[in-house]
Nanobody, 123 residues
Framework: VQLQASGGGLVQAGGSLRLSCAAS????????MGWFRRAPGKEREFVAA????????AYADSVKGRFTISRNNAKITVYLQMNSLKPEDTAVYYC?????????????????WGQGTLVTVSS
């Protein structure tokens, strides 16, 4: 499975962005998906995840209430809607797919990764 992330860019604090992650294979619809990020000089961290059906989601405490993960299996795409962005959200954002119907919050449990898309939030 190949994953193509897009939608990053430069936004002012308080603004919004929507990231997309398009998969290359229909079997994507059976995979759990996650978003992770790596800020400059920091370790990769979990952001959000969603089950194959979209029926269950999870968020890092730092983004809860501001970010929303969703998916459209017909379009084999997962989204991350980011609102009320803060400078500390600046990072490269990666989408990942797990060959399981249920997600995990640790990146080591994911099987496929996208190339990343840069989000920069200015103060």
């Amino acid at each position: 499975v190949q994953l193509q992330a897009s939608g990053g860019g430069l936004v002012q604090a308080g603004g919004s962005l929507r990231l997309s992650c398009a998969a290359s294979r229909r079997t994507f619809s059976t995979y759990a998906m996650g978003w992770f990020r790596r800020a400059p000089g920091k370790e990769r961290e979990f952001v959000a995840a969603i089950t194959w059906s979209g029926g269950s989601t999870a968020y890092a405490d730092s983004v809860k209430g501001r970010f929303t993960i969703s998916r459209n299996n017909a379009k084999i795409t997962v989204y991350l809607q980011m609102n009320s962005l803060k400078p500390e959200d600046t990072a490269v954002y990666y989408c990942a797919a797990r060959e399981s119907s249920f997600f995990h919050t640790e990146g080591g449990h994911y099987d496929y990764w996208g190339q990343g898309t840069l989000v920069t939030v200015s103060s």
